[in-house]
Each structure stands twice: as structure tokens, then as C-alpha cells.
């Protein structure tokens, strides 16, 4: 996902992002300590992606 992408968005799509995000790397938590993960990279891909999401998010309180 790119940052320019994500400046288009609102804060309220923005948000919504963030929630599926956390989801996803939740399940993705349970399936590496279960053993079944299958894309590793996933994870750090999922990890940046809410950093910039958050990072973002803070921009645009401030503003």
C-alpha cells in the first residue's frame, strides 16, 4: 500500500484500514505460532502498512 494511496482516504477510511489491518495481523499471529504461515513477509508487509496509517493519522490531527 502506498502513502499516496492512503492521502486520498478520510480519517474515517483511514480508521477502517487500521481496524482490518490489526485483524488481519492477528490471524496472521495465530497461523505463525501454529506453524501454517505460509507468506512470511506478510507479516513485516502488514506491520509498515499501520505504521503509515498511524503516521497519517497523526499528520492530519496536527493539521
Excluded at 494511496?5 to 478520510?10: G, H, N, T
Excluded at 477510511?13 to 499471529?29: A, C, D, I, M, S
Excluded at 501454529?34 to 506491520?47: C, D, F, M, P, S
Amino acid at each position: 500500500m502506498k502513502a499516496s494511496d492512503l492521502r486520498a482516504k478520510s480519517q474515517d477510511e483511514l480508521r477502517e484500514e487500521l481496524v482490518g489491518l490489526k485483524k488481519e495481523q492477528f490471524n496472521l499471529r495465530f497461523q505463525a505460532a501454529a506453524g501454517q504461515l505460509e507468506n512470511t513477509a506478510r507479516v513485516r508487509e502488514i506491520r509498515r502498512d499501520v505504521a503509515r496509517i498511524k503516521t497519517l493519522l497523526s499528520e492530519q490531527a496536527e493539521a
